[in-house]
């Protein structure tokens, strides 16, 4: 397989050169060529295949095996390479034709030593050129005679032609001229040196073999003027031309399968990238169910496997591989469907704020959308792909986005399971690193997280959480996307759990900024909280103490004990015993020091907490302490209770960080106080509560505000009660 970036064809020798299993055609080319060379004719042999079908390749392995070879006489061919699509015009073409004639020819110096022989031999085949002067192109007799081809000794042409002949009878050495790409030329370029070999080099032992495209050649033919722009004619004319035919086998679908997936796996291993089972099955997929049938030729399959080695280096270990590799092949096969990709990331990765986007999570047979987003895709592909490949490339952006599955076949999910994992292009935190082949200044490095990760419980080498601390300085936005990594590195390892939770909150935003449709702290809390609930009590014991005890740290333990023992992360509230009493004990020393006889002074963080006290121990400590402050300052119940109506933050248009009124935590408030003596102590004043159209969640969060809500939200519960 090749080793570096390079479209030059496979030699004989090479690792891979038998990868397409040709040996055994270039074996039968031999065993082809072989018998000619004991017989004095001169025989031109075609070699005809598509572009790109590995002709030049074959090609140099049968002059490799020729090389090799001895005939019968002792004597091993001479073989040279004559390229005429070399030259700018048709002079040079034609006296580069004569040198290459005239070197091959006198190459035997066994028997040619003496210069003098030399300068006949040269003079007889100059002086045959001037004998076929009346067949020929004037344009080839003028550039023999400027390259000083004419005869000097005043032969005849005639006898020289005889002398020629005579000699290179008596030498039998058989010779083999080699002319690749015939279709590469001009149509008057064509024109001559076909010319130039019927005419002139036709002769005893000299043997060609031309390589071509048949149907390019045809069209270059067909412009001549020779055959009139015919198909028939030029097929005539190179049946006259051509004594032997040889086609190209086409490359067999195991054999390009096989070359494919060693060149893809030598690229990964070069880089260390390990392809687990699931992303091997992916790449098969891939492969087998498009990429095969238009990787169809070697020059396709060398060409595609050098795209992946320039440009992989810089992502090895950001991206997924798999999707890169697909990515590149629509990048050089399809480069009007990968402009598509970019300019539809958000539908591709459900990464859009924007209403279009609001119906994802229902179920796809309740979806109105439907029809419109399949017309969608549909026109969008075949615009870019056309309708010949557009079934293959739907395939093949239903391997990479399950969204676009999802929308345009209405199969699968849209949020199909592990499309989503870091790494794939269908997770909008990676998707802008496939088309930049780099990571973004506002991205953050996976090798750095994962170097950062390891550093986090050393107390010395710190340089790659150095470097991150420097970066998330620099852009404070990607803080949200560092703590999906490191989360993603603890789910991986589970190592370093109370290291990571103490960074998160170290790290955590003092305002709310918004990622798509959740906050930024919202998802750190989210992966703190994913992190705690695997720590057994020992780890969780260690977070919850390395968080110390300001409001802030407390209001961040709080809610990660208050995740222990919810179903959806197993049952069993004692698993994590130890940490929860001491979050209690924290929790209520803090609240005793901050007691006031006013029950406004006390901030809305710190009776935060009472909610987060509740979660932990199911109000029992709480309730007691509440009530004993009730006592201890004469505090007013309803207005105790009207401190657990809920603040949120304002989604009004411009306004950033207001908070205004939510609900009554009626869950809490049953909690901490006895209802039945709270409804008896204010009955007239809840019947009495104002009347709240749907906006009163707007109010914002003041304490004559907040008595209002909670008597309204105690008056709709308590007819609900009584109704009941």
Not at 349 to 376: C, H, M, N, P
């Amino acid at each position: 397989m090749s080793a570096g970036f390079d479209d030059a064809p496979l030699r004989p020798g090479r690792a891979g050169e038998d990868l397409l299993g040709r040996e055994y055609f270039v074996d039968h080319l031999v065993a082809i060529l072989e018998p000619n060379n004991r017989v004095e004719g001169s025989t031109i042999y075609a070699l005809v295949g598509p572009w790109g079908s590995g002709k030049t390749s074959i090609l140099n392995a049968v002059k490799e095996r020729l090389r090799r070879t001895t005939v019968d006489v002792g004597k091993s061919w001479v073989i040279t390479e004559f390229n005429p699509w070399f030259y700018t015009d048709g002079n040079e073409l034609q006296l580069s034709f004569f040198r290459e004639l005239r070197s091959v020819l006198t190459s035997d110096d066994r028997k040619e030593t003496s210069k003098r022989q030399l300068r006949k031999l040269n003079s007889s085949v100059m002086s045959y050129v001037e004998a076929a002067a009346p067949f020929l192109d004037p344009r080839i007799v003028g550039a023999a005679r400027v390259a000083n081809a004419v005869t000097r000794d005043g032969h005849n042409p005639s006898d020289a032609h005889l002398r020629l002949v005579k000699e290179l009878k008596n030498r039998k050495q058989p010779v083999l001229i080699v002319l690749d790409d015939l279709d590469r030329l001009a149509p008057d370029e064509l024109l001559l040196t076909l010319k130039l070999i019927r005419l002139i080099g036709r002769l005893p032992y000299v043997h060609y073999i031309v390589a071509y495209d048949e149907e390019t050649l045809l069209d270059v033919l067909g412009r001549t003027g020779l055959v009139g722009g015919e198909r028939g004619h030029g097929l005539e004319y190179l049946e006259k031309m051509i004594q032997i035919r040889v086609d190209v086998p086409p490359a067999r679908a195991y054999n390009i399968e096989r070359w494919l997936l060693d060149e893809l796996g030598a690229v990964a291993q070069s880089h260390h990238i390990h392809l687990e089972a699931e992303a091997r099955m992916r790449l098969e997929q891939a492969l087998t169910k498009h990429l095969f049938s238009r990787l169809n030729t070697p020059r396709a399959v060398k060409r595609y496997i050098a795209q992946v080695r320039a440009f992989v280096a810089p992502v090895a270990h950001e991206v997924d591989f798999v999707d890169f590799v697909v990515l590149t092949w629509l990048r050089v096969s399809e480069p009007a469907c990968y402009g598509l990709i970019i300019r539809e990331k958000d539908r591709l990765t459900r990464s859009g704020s924007s209403q279009e986007y609001a119906g994802l999570f229902v179920d796809k047979d309740d979806r109105v959308e439907d029809i419109e987003r399949q017309k969608f895709w549909h026109d969008a592909i075949r615009k870019v792909v056309g309708e010949e490949q557009h079934e293959g490339v739907a395939t093949v952006l239903s391997l990479l986005f399950p969204s676009f599955e999802f929308d345009a076949r209405g199969e699968g999910s849209a949020y199909r399971s592990g499309s989503r994992h870091r790494y794939r292009v269908a997770n909008p935190d990676y998707f802008d690193r496939f088309f930049a082949f780099a990571v973004p200044q506002d991205d953050v490095s996976d090798e750095l997280i994962r170097r950062a990760y390891a550093q986090l419980n050393q107390g010395a080498d710190r340089d790659a959480i150095d470097a991150l601390e420097r970066q998330l300085r620099s852009t404070p936005a990607a803080v949200g996307l560092a703590t999906r990594k490191l989360a993603a590195n603890f789910d991986e390892q589970k190592l370093h759990g109370p290291e990571v939770i103490r960074w998160i909150n170290s790290h955590l935003p003092k305002s709310r900024v918004h990622q798509g449709f959740m906050a930024t702290q919202d998802l750190m809390l989210g992966a703190a909280q994913r992190i705690y609930v695997q720590l057994d009590d020992e780890q969780a014991t260690e977070a919850i103490n390395e968080l110390g005890q300001g409001i802030d740290a407390l209001t961040f333990a709080g809610d990660l004990v208050s995740v222990t023992g919810k179903s959806r992360y197993g049952n069993d509230p004692e698993v994590h015993k130890h940490a929860t009493e001491l979050f209690v004990e924290r929790l209520q020393r803090n609240l005793e020091e901050s007691a006031s006889p006013d029950l406004f002074d006390i901030t809305d963080d710190q009776w935060g907490l009472l909610w987060r006290w509740r979660r932990a121990d199911q109000g029992k400590a709480g309730k007691r302490w509440l009530q004993s402050l009730i006592e201890e300052h004469g505090w007013d119940p309803l207005a105790v209770a009207s401190r657990f109506v809920s603040r949120r933050t304002s989604t009004a248009r411009g306004v950033d960080d207001r908070y205004v009124l939510g609900e009554l935590d009626f869950r809490t408030l049953r909690t901490l106080l006895d209802m039945n003596t709270l409804y008896a102590q204010y009955s007239d004043e809840i019947a009495q509560a104002p009347v709240f159209d749907t906006e009163y969640q707007s109010l914002e969060t003041s304490p004559a505000n907040r008595r209002a809500v909670a008597l309204h939200d105690l008056r709709t519960r308590r007819l609900e009660f009584t109704a009941s």
